[in-house]
């Protein structure tokens, strides 16, 4: 029987495995978590909305009843394309087919010395870290008896104007406005300032010009300062600086970019300037036809340009891959892979968001609700839909956040 | 306004914050975390049933309406009696009356080097990081391509038969049994050991020994494997010598034994073997009046015995320890503490548990719902009872168990 070996159980991977449910192959889902994550909720976590667990499976769990998949928790080191194997955790994995969709990480572009001051949210030790570090800050101001310092801690600086960016500052802001109000005796969290700051010329920039300009808004109405041509030009333990202004804060957050995880490189094929391996039409990797790319770690293109990184076209990718390999298997040529763009989705705050459908564009409460019907819709086949749903609507009716714990040591003040 | 200095912020010390809520002082709790803990369901935490959130809630949230107190996140370093302060985190707090609920963590008896091997259970960080440990295991045992290594991994050893042992070792048990069927293709969960050692004659020694019977045979019905007058000699990396034999495992789990804060010692007072405080009639310390221990720290007596180090007990004595604050705000003398015993209960698995009410003793199912209403009960002014209602009743027709997710790095193999 073919042997096929994924690495990743993100959307691209996780889909692929699922396509490939009734094929006669023996598949290895290879990933270093023992769970798939519902990243578009990511933010959810980082921002004490949601439990860890809410958003996240163990994959052995989700592919309990598909017999010809084997779950391998282990970090891949090398693919040693010769001789068609896959090393992770210094066992062996031969493969005749291998799909790698390990996905991104979030990049500083060169200034890696950012990456403390500023960490960023790609995965769920990520966002507990980001929520352990904004809560410590309000403590801090709390505690702080030097006004210039309360004033530090209170001041929370959002890198960059993607979805990311903006769910995270619209919600940081309403926390302080909302949620955390009349719990602390010598500070006012109301007072708090939170800045989104992008190096572009607008926010959201995939998105269409006009919603972009509505995001802005919303963002403001909600109380966060948005700052656009801003390139942060370097970030400290105390202070940010942007354009040429210095920002005082102790809590700077990274949704600035991301780069391809380093598999790109361990399989030697050429990559983009963020990492990506450039694929073929199929999806394949130019010169090894038995190898495919998905999901954000691959640079792929659709009719309207690149294929952008999201949970939708990383699941595409995937079941694009299963099909080709099934046609292998069939003795047919793989078909070139169709980019179908659903739209693009991001949520501000409650009541606030931007939908872009192409033709139809949604904002403020409409947009908002179609996001969270769309977020339901997606996260079902995760147990925890309904209690999602119940943290929703308690959260919604009172502004309470019920996750609001920090597990790890706080920082040293 | 007199100033009241509470010290943690666990049953004991929010109990006794809340009963000073309409007296004429300036309250400060400092707690070195930011949530309050409902410690009898941290083993369900700890074996993936809930998540982390479900189970605690920031103190500052819960006090945010009593507006006579300031919580704060710190870490207490000393305390001068003397001059009548606390030190925490730099900052020094004055008082007139002192408070300290610091409590218990789990200790080795001079084996401290076994910490690394065996990790206790008495923080949210102590309960994510033996999740991770457990889930672990199974992943290595799946990974491992050694017969020998693979039943080590499968092996999972818990040291000490009270309640927290025997709720870690039921629900190990039934995770193996029944969670993990099919989800491997290597190897058999169900052929995974647990073992309940326990130095003593019987399990549950606090309980009516018809009780710790009954609890033996549960738990062997439910694949423990129970040795009691089996002490641990020594504990390694990869196995436990009990008595003269030597079992070799991978997980190490311990429930035997607690000592007080080093807060006892920072007070300068006498104090048991185990390092509780030893304290007057009133819970006061002898010599100092103004100063009260109350909850675990304390070693208390009361009609038939010393009190028990269990949540009803330390509420007790929190309040206890505020009404005798009032008492001498209002000139009179403060009353002697008396214990109202009012049951123990341990539960061993779904329909499986214990309940010792003195003259009523249940056990089986009847004894699991008594247990589980009284949980969800006391579980009452936390927002996520209904959450956790969910999740057990999830648990309870599935077996599924809803937070398996490893946050931590994994081990290496």
Redesign the interface.
């Known amino acids: 029987m073919a042997r096929v070996v994924v690495v990743g159980g993100g959307f691209a991977g996780l889909w692929a495995v699922r396509a490939l449910a009734r094929a006669p192959v023996e598949i290895t889902l290879i990933d270093?978590?023992?769970?798939h994550l519902f990243q578009p909720l990511l933010y959810q976590v980082a921002t004490?909305g949601l439990?860890?667990?809410?958003i996240?499976a163990?994959l052995?769990?989700i592919l309990?009843?598909q017999r010809n998949v084997?779950?391998?928790?282990?970090t891949v080191s090398a693919i040693d394309r010769a001789g068609r194997t896959v090393i992770a955790?210094?066992?062996r994995y031969p493969y005749d087919y291998l799909i790698v969709a390990s996905g991104v990480s979030h990049a500083y572009f060169g200034h890696e010395d950012w990456a403390g001051h500023a960490p960023g949210l790609k995965t769920?030790?990520d966002a507990?870290h980001m929520r352990a570090r904004f809560?410590?800050a309000f403590?801090r101001a709390?505690?702080s008896?030097c006004a210039a310092e309360t004033r530090a801690w209170l001041t929370f600086v959002v890198v960059g104007g993607g979805p990311t960016g903006v769910e995270l500052a619209g919600t940081l802001a309403e926390i302080a406005r909302h949620t955390l109000t009349?719990?602390?005796?010598?500070i006012d969290p109301r007072t708090a300032q939170v800045l989104l700051v992008e190096a572009g010329a607008r926010i959201l920039p995939a998105f269409a010009p006009d919603l972009s300009a509505s995001a802005h808004r919303q963002l403001e109405r909600l109380g966060v300062t948005v700052r656009t041509n801003s390139p942060v030009t370097s970030i400290a333990a105390t202070e940010v600086r942007v354009a040429d202004e210095t920002i005082h804060c102790r809590t700077v957050i990274w949704a600035a970019g991301v780069a391809a995880s380093g598999l790109g490189r361990a399989l030697a094929a050429p990559v983009d300037r963020a990492g990506r391996v450039l694929v073929g039409d199929d999806l394949s990797l130019p010169g090894s036809p038995e190898i495919f790319v998905a999901g954000d770690l691959a640079a792929a293109s659709g009719r309207g340009g690149p294929v952008p990184g999201i949970a939708p076209a990383a699941k595409q990718m995937g079941v694009h891959a299963a099909a080709c390999i099934l046609a292998r298997l069939a003795g047919r040529p793989s078909a070139p892979f169709r980019y179908r763009h659903q739209g693009l989705l991001a949520t501000i705050g409650r009541g606030a968001a931007v939908v872009d459908l192409g033709r139809v564009r949604l904002t403020g409460l409409v947009a908002w609700w179609f996001w969270l019907l769309a977020h339901v819709y997606f996260l079902i086949g995760f147990?925890?839909r309904?209690?999602v749903l119940?943290?929703w609507a308690?959260a919604y009716w009172t502004y309470?956040r019920?996750?609001?714990?920090?597990?790890?040591?706080?920082q040293p003040?």
């Open positions: 270093s978590c023992n769970h004490a439990a860890a667990p809410s996240a163990p052995r769990h309990r009843r084997t779950v391998q928790l282990a955790a210094g066992a769920l030790a507990l809560l410590t403590e709390e505690s008896r009349r719990e602390f005796r010598r147990r925890n309904l209690v119940i943290d308690d309470h019920g996750a609001r714990i920090i597990v790890e040591p706080s003040p």
